[in-house]
């Protein structure tokens, strides 16, 4: 198969093509260049930029235009040299442009992003003038524009593929887009118009290039026309769009970033970069910390803070897991719940068909949420303290949850992009990755906060169902903890029957537990907070704390193996066998995982991926769940552990009436940004014009061209008609055209003669005859052309289009 | 233009992508703009793809078996207008052999036209039947296709080789030596004539006067001539190609040397398919390719019925006739 090569074009269709390619070069240079100026407010002389443009597309055209290889070699040196000799000759103005343009593009993406990020160039070139500063910045686009000319033109007329020319002027727009900044509309559109036109003559374009350019030519108009007419029915003011299209929004950005996330994430982060809400602890090897920031936090406190991630209920010896979707809708809802008939038992008669259990109905908790207890109980007790303000941004953390700090002051109907899950922990909302939460950070069991009213209700319903699910322990591991916790000798354990009687005796606080134990559950919140104490300093004596902890051996329980074989571990490990072991002590207990920070009041704190943790949390009734920690060497800080005589942390100061929550600010996505964002240094506009004038132009010559074309078309076809007579008479009377114009000439008499005959005889002209006419009217055509001045000669040509 | 199609969805789901992940207005336009530039180009596209003609160029008449010969497909626009793509499908059957063979061709833009050649499959003798099955033409972004009017098919004699023509002095040298004497149309001057009364229709000229004079009525001097052996050709229609070429080979060259004497002969098969004999008398070369392109547009099967066996026979012939029957290793027999 043969194609056309440019090479092998005629003359005339050799300007075609380079008229076309011309034109398309300039649409993508000048488009490029425009786009980035106008996104980034790039202080310019538009007009010379916009001629700059022009000579730009008009030199890279004419260098890889040149047929020969060696001439064309060399053309590219020298505008590569040229360029390069700019570059070198004016290297000072342009250092001063390109500071200038970079302190534009930050403050573009500081406004974008949301910062107030700035680039202080002073200090490098001092103060400058508005006028020094388009100078300069010109000074650089225009260096810019002539190499981005040079590379299209190599992409586009010499390649002539659409691909790399697209590829090759993209990532031009694609750096403001990337942060939500759209460039003004009308080199937008012409570069869209650049790309939509390169991908209409894409196929024809390398084997046919005179068809690409003549198709270029006659749709450039229409296409033109078709964005704009877009324009105009898609109107832009008043754009919104729908909620599903943004939730979409946010849910792909969260899968990217969640996916982002899984790929970086590293081992030894405790399982809390991924999104599960369960722990693997066959994955709790050698930690493994890069020091990238997990979180970032910014409190109205200063301290020592434990942010919650996740507490798990259920251990099922390789990891713990959450409770059943269905337990919580018990508690929310309402359950029955078996106790002992007691009144059976402890009655003086015997009553043999008595039941042993009977089923008591619980009354659900309803929209309360375990996790805000402590801080409703702080808040009945001591409501002249406020609460403190917490904003968490969660930037390597897991990314199902939402990090909290404790004694949770925000409520459900409060909270705006997460969502509570029972009284484990907060999901977080698509798309949402900082929230601002509410705390009463100075909230303690031993402060004598104590639920009141309705809150109080919930809090006990709520307190049997912590019964009923955290104080489970695995059967095989009962007798391990039962012994250990015999031995250790702590809460005062002493050995008790061999019968392992399960009675669940709770106003008597005493159960059963195995036949080596007796512990006592109706305890008090400090008893139980001692007992944490105990069993803390029990696991400090009996293990070693070791961050290279091999992973427990598969088919090992974990917390029985850390406790009777490898006796090191790490927080994961302290607190597996510490809430297992307050469990066994009749102490409800879980497991928790977050991260641990280190605040000041006001300021922003990151927060390393080696900060995360995991501690245990011990149930206070008629307070709610609270921290401990378990693992030797983290000192906590929290009220209850410190010593009488030291110093509470300064509380803040109290309003004279309790101060209502305050209203959470939804912690809603950044908004995007169109192109009117204020900018720096405000250009001037109108030189818009400077590009109307041109354009029109072009697209009169090129109309004019087209005219023309299309009439010697029409009349060649006509004069080639099938019917000889039909063809004579339009050849007579395109010379009577022409001798309109070509006053005291006269047409051929045989050929006036052949016409007549044509027109009103029967006879039917002849081939030869019909050839002396077209021969007689070409000769005439030649001679009036010459015979006319030049403008003359354009006039018949382009306008009447007459030859 | 399946690429295209897939470039195209991806493009739009790309355009997809930008809509729900970039809140301005801008992604709401491209978004549009995706879906309606297909149409666009579509529009625009169709002047050009109405445009397009296809038309065959095959060596006028005959090629000799094992030449190199090429035929041509120009695609050209009426109004030199390029389009996306073009595809045409061309078959080349040898009607005779039954070879067939498919080929596609591809190009994009032919403002100027765009020129195929295809070399034709001369290997073995037949009628080489070349068309175009379909001609396919895509819009400027190759999404939309269109299909054009087929040209005419070309047809291309391949003819045996051109061997030698063959001594036929075994065929025509051997006449009788008591030749049957038969009456010269149109009279004329001889040294045999036959004498018999006069017939509405003799010419008065061959009224011999003075024996009627003698016998009281018209008698007419007949002038003879010897009657000529008939000349017949036979050969099989049927086999391998290799076969048949032999075959055909021998045929042609026996035949142009019968021309080349000037003798007339006869050439006869048996036709595939309806079995009936079919005889031609061959004078000229134009005659034998008259012939040549009778048997070569027959379909000839693997097996059938050989003349070999069947006996010598001619339409309108009472004389003798002398038979050749064509084989392959030419060992025909001349009885």
């Known amino acids: 198969m043969n194609h056309v090569n440019y090479e092998k074009l005629g003359v005339q269709r050799r300007s075609v093509v380079l008229l076309a390619d011309g034109l398309m070069l300039f649409l993508g240079v000048y488009g490029s260049i425009f786009c980035l100026v106008t996104a980034f407010q790039l202080p310019v002389d538009g007009g010379k930029l916009t001629l700059t443009c022009l000579a730009a597309a008009a030199a890279a055209l004419i260098v890889f235009s040149v047929p020969r290889l060696g001439v064309r070699l060399l053309l590219v040196l020298a505008a590569l040299a040229a360029l390069a000799g700019v570059v070198v000759w004016e290297y000072g103005q342009l250092r001063v442009g390109a500071l200038v343009c970079a302190r534009q593009v930050v403050a573009t993406f500081g406004w974008s992003l949301g910062t107030s990020a700035e680039l202080d160039i002073s200090a490098w070139v001092g103060t400058l003038s508005f006028l020094r500063e388009v100078q300069t910045s010109t000074l650089l686009c225009q260096v810019f524009a002539g190499a981005m000319g040079l590379w299209l033109g190599w992409l586009f007329v010499r390649v002539r593929s659409f691909w790399l020319t697209f590829w090759g002027s993209f990532p031009l727009l694609l750096v403001p887009l990337s942060v939500t900044i759209t460039p003004a509309w009308t080199p937008l559109l012409l570069l869209v118009l650049f790309w939509g036109m390169g991908v209409l003559t894409r196929l024809p374009n390398k084997r046919d290039p005179y068809g690409a350019a003549k198709t270029t030519l006659c749709v450039l108009p229409l296409a033109a026309a078709l964005l704009a007419g877009l324009m105009v029915l898609l109107p832009g003011e008043g754009y919104q769009r729908s909620d599903q299209i943004e939730r979409l929004r946010l849910q792909l950005t969260d899968w990217v970033t969640m996916a982002g996330r899984e790929m970086v994430s590293g081992d030894g982060n405790l399982g809390l970069g991924g999104g599960s809400t369960e722990v693997d602890l066959t994955k709790a090897g050698p930690l493994n910390y890069d020091g990238s920031t997990a979180l970032r936090v910014e409190a109205d406190t200063t301290g020592h803070i434990y942010l919650r991630g996740l507490s798990a209920a259920v251990y099922t010896g390789e990891g713990w897991e959450q409770l059943p979707d269905e337990a919580y809708e018990e508690l929310k809802s309402g359950w029955m719940r078996q106790e002992m008939n007691l009144d059976a038992l402890t009655s003086s008669q015997f009553q043999p068909d008595a039941a042993r259990y009977v089923d008591v109905p619980v009354p659900g908790i309803g929209d309360y949420q375990p996790i805000n207890f402590p801080a409703l109980a702080d808040r009945s007790t001591h409501p002249q303290v406020n609460a403190k303000r917490y904003i968490i941004e969660n930037l390597a953390g897991s990314t199902a949850v939402v990090y909290t700090p404790y004694q949770l002051l925000t409520t459900p109907e409060r909270m705006t992009g997460a969502e509570f899950i029972g009284d484990a922990y907060l999901a977080r909302g698509t798309g949402v990755w900082k929230h601002v939460l509410y705390a009463r950070d100075e909230a303690n069991p031993l402060s004598g906060a104590v639920l009141t009213g309705e809150d109080a209700e919930a809090e006990q319903n709520y307190r049997l169902f912590v019964r009923e699910h955290y104080l489970q322990v695995p059967e095989d591991l009962q007798e391990t903890l039962g012994s250990l916790l015999a031995e250790s000798g702590i809460g005062g354990t002493v050995r008790s029957q061999e019968e392992p009687i399960h009675i669940s005796e709770f106003d008597k606080g005493t159960i059963y537990y195995g036949s080596s134990l007796t512990v006592r559950v109706n305890i008090t919140a400090e008893e139980r907070l001692e007992l944490a104490r105990q069993v803390a300093q029990f696991l400090a004596g009996l293990t070693e704390y070791d961050p290279d902890t091999p992973l427990t051996p598969a088919g090992e329980d974990f917390v029985s193996y850390f406790l009777t074989e490898s006796c090191r571990g790490y927080c994961m490990h302290y607190a597996s066998a510490a809430a297992l072991m307050l469990r066994t002590l009749g102490v409800p207990a879980r497991y928790v995982s977050g991260y641990v920070a280190d605040t000041v009041a006001g300021e922003r704190v990151d927060v390393p991926d080696y900060n995360a943790h995991a501690w245990v949390e011990v149930y206070c009734d008629g307070y709610g769940w609270q921290s401990v920690e378990v693992t030797p060497g983290f000192n906590g800080d929290f009220p209850w552990e410190r010593d009488p005589d030291e110093t509470a942390p300064p509380s803040p100061s109290a309003s004279a009436t309790p101060t209502p929550d305050p209203s959470p600010t939804p912690s809603a996505p950044q908004p995007t940004h169109s192109a009117n964002q204020p900018g720096k240094a405000k250009a001037d506009w109108s030189w818009l014009w400077w590009l109307t004038v041109p354009a029109a132009l072009l697209l009169l010559a090129v109309a004019l061209v087209l005219r023309r074309k299309l009439a010697a078309r029409s009349r060649g076809r006509r004069f080639a008609d099938e019917d000889a007579n039909r063809a004579v008479i339009e050849m007579y009377v395109y010379m009577e055209r022409l001798l309109a114009f070509a006053p005291g000439r006269k047409a051929d008499e045989r050929a006036e003669e052949l016409a007549k005959k044509a027109k009103f005889s029967q006879h039917i002209l002849t081939g030869e005859e019909r050839e002396f006419v077209r021969a007689q009217t070409e000769k005439l055509a030649r001679e009036t052309d010459l015979s006319q001045k030049w403008y003359q000669r354009l006039v018949l040509r382009y306008l009447y289009g007459l030859y | ?335």
């Open chain 2, 1 to 335: 233009m399946a690429r295209c199609r897939i470039g195209y969805l991806m493009a739009l789901a790309a355009a997809g992508l930008f809509f729900v992940s970039f809140s301005d207005w801008f992604s709401f336009y491209i978004l549009v703009l995706a879906l309606v530039f297909p149409f666009f180009s579509l529009a625009v596209s169709l002047p050009g793809m109405l445009g397009c003609r296809v038309s065959l160029d095959a060596p006028g008449g005959a090629v000799r078996r094992g030449s190199g010969h090429e035929a041509g497909l120009r695609v050209e626009n009426r109004w030199g207008l390029p389009v996306g793509r073009v595809a045409v499908d061309l078959s080349c059957r040898n009607v005779m052999t039954g070879q067939t063979g498919t080929v596609r061709r591809k190009g994009a833009g032919g403002s100027l036209g765009m020129d195929f050649r295809e070399p034709l499959d001369t290997s073995h003798c037949g009628c080489l039947r070349w068309e175009v099955r379909r001609v396919r033409v895509c819009d400027l972004l190759g999404i939309f296709s269109i299909r054009r009017a087929v040209p005419q098919a070309a047809r291309v004699l391949v003819l045996p080789l051109n061997l030698p023509a063959e001594g036929v002095k075994g065929l025509m040298g051997m006449e009788d030596k008591n030749p049957v004497m038969k009456p010269r149309p149109g009279g004329g001057p001889g040294e045999d004539y036959d004498l018999r009364p006069y017939r509405p229709g003799d010419p008065l000229r061959s009224v011999h006067w003075k024996l009627s004079s003698k016998v009281d009525d018209l008698v007419v001097r007949e002038t003879l001539e010897p009657r000529k052996t008939a000349i017949l050709l036979t050969f099989d229609l049927y086999g391998p190609a290799e076969v048949l070429d032999r075959a055909f080979d021998r045929l042609d060259a026996v035949s142009r040397g019968l021309i080349e004497a000037e003798r007339g002969h006869y050439v006869q098969w048996i036709q595939p398919g309806t079995l009936e004999v079919r005889t031609r008398y061959v004078s000229d070369i134009k005659e034998l390719r008259a012939l040549q392109w009778e048997m070569f547009s027959t379909p000839a099967p693997m097996e059938g019925r050989s003349l070999r066996d069947v006996g010598v026979h001619i339409d309108g012939v009472d004389g003798p006739i002398r038979r050749l029957h064509m084989t392959p290793t030419g060992e025909g027999e001349a009885r």
